[in-house]
């Protein structure tokens, strides 16, 4: 009995160093005036030059602060995703996104890391004949997918808020101050943004450019909706 004390005793103590060496990374995550951010969704991304992309996701808490284990070393790109409180996804938006770099298992200490806040953009479908609604059973019935094109080249789909038989609402958060453009893309429909010429949304479809400059308080888009060829 002595002998298996003694041996599962080592056996700690053995275990005790690698547990320590664990690389691990923590921080804080904060809005524009530097307060906390309450639960941020985080995900850490590491810089790579190739390769498939691996997202290691942080565990946040109630004052803004997260920490992340069994990293490498190396630098990543912070990653929050709070659209639904008014941040943008830096990683999504901006060609520059916040870093961290994790070095002996460890990052700087107090690394604080900003997230934006963005601006709401809505969208609102016109559709008075009812284009958008299938005409009986169809195996493929129209569509349109509409989203927002960043800075960086990514392509965001906006989100479907409500539906009628007339029309449709669709929002989304993006940033402020940066070139952006809204298209639309779906089924051989006609489609028209903000009064622009129609075209054919199963071709090159609709497009706009957006841009929203820091201290207005949002904008509203308009998308004309017509039968093919129309």
Known sequence: TKHIIHALCCAALTLIPLAQAQPSASGRIVDDDGKPVSNPFIFLLAQQQSGPANPQKADSRADG??????????????????PEKGYINACQWLKTPPTVTVKNGQVPANADIPVQTG?????????????LQPKGPVVHPPFLLIGVWSEKGLFQPMTLTAASITGRDYNITVPYDSNLKVTANGTALGVALEKGAAADASKAGASTPLRVTKGNSGKVLTLDVTAAGK
């Open 65 to 82: 602060s997260w920490s992340a284990t069994t990293l490498a070393d190396g630098v990543y790109q912070v990653c929050v995703h709070m």
């Open 119 to 131: 601006v709401m953009v809505s969208l609102h479908v016109n559709d008075p004949g009812g284009n």
